[in-house]
């Protein structure tokens, strides 16, 4: 239990961390900006490889739903970058503009997502603490 404790504690630096980079990024030169997304991107790709990684090892006991989210999120990442692939290639204004309220929409979604799967990480790590609390009364006679 303490690992997953551990683990959730990571996860609130790390979603303090962006949002950090994302205030920062607002007073940042383009140049400067550009490198972020792409520094993230690096980081968010090495991160979907490790859960690739790890998750073939899960995902035998796992439910035909985390496949249906994990292609939702490729989706929504191939979408992203597509979108800002094509707005490096040099669009007109109004296709900038339906690009960045887009991306706006594509990370309001991910964002949304990351709430959720905090908010399910929460459940399960409790509901791992009861139920191990449980079969610990269980052990002990105790019902």
Known sequence: MARVSDQLAELS????SAE???AAA???SRGKLTEMVDQSREKA???????????????????NKWNDIQTHWKDLVRTARSDLQDAQA???VARAQRRAD???????????????ALEEAEYAV??????????NDAVAGVR
């Open 13 to 16: 630096r790390r979603a303090q």
């Open 20 to 22: 950090a980079a994302v």
């Open 26 to 28: 607002r007073t940042e």
């Open 45 to 63: 790709q090495r991160r979907a490889d490790g859960l690739r990684a790890s998750g073939n090892r899960m995902i035998k006991d796992a439910d």
């Open 90 to 92: 040099g669009v007109d």
């Open 102 to 116: 887009r991306a706006e929409d594509s990370a309001d979604l991910a964002v949304a997502f990351a709430m959720a």
């Open 126 to 135: 409790l509901d791992a603490t009861l139920a191990r609390a449980d079969a």
